[in-house]
């Protein structure tokens, strides 16, 4: 059984740091081919990828905001942030962590890589305002 449980503050003004952390149980953080992801969804809006940290503490993060992401690990509690900085109006969404897996399959054809979500954690809303 693995859980992901994502906990931070609801509500940041304008400028500040959203900061959020994504508690894991019934898995390890460093365990091969998983990676530890933040998703959001802005209100009547799709799904964003934001960015993931690996389990080798490799980080990934989307283009749109790579300069003021930043996502850590500290494998000692499991745990593993978002750090959003000098968030807008824009950034009220709801924010969730997820686990993506890595699965390959070889065959006479080669090596084929897959990766999708299989563990989500229920999603914690972050409002934008002063």
């Known amino acids: 059984q693995v859980q992901l449980q994502e906990s931070g503050p609801g509500l940041v003004k304008p400028s500040q740091t959203l900061s959020l952390t994504c508690t894991v149980s019934g898995g390890s953080i460093t365990t091969n081919y998983y990676y530890w992801t933040w998703i959001r969804q802005p209100p009547g809006k799709g799904l964003e990828w934001m960015g993931a940290i690996a389990y080798s503490g490799s980080t990934y993060y989307s283009p749109s905001l790579k300069s003021r992401t930043s996502i850590s690990s500290d494998t000692s509690k499991n745990q593993f942030t978002l750090q959003l900085s000098s968030v807008t109006p824009a950034d009220t969404a709801v924010y969730y962590c997820?686990?993506?897996?890595?699965?390959?399959?070889?065959?006479?054809?080669?090596?084929?890589?897959?990766?999708?979500?299989?563990?989500w954690g229920q999603g914690t809303q972050v409002t934008v305002s002063s």
């Open positions: 997820a686990r993506f897996v890595l699965k390959f399959v070889t065959g006479s054809s080669g090596t084929y890589y897959y990766r999708f979500a299989d563990y």
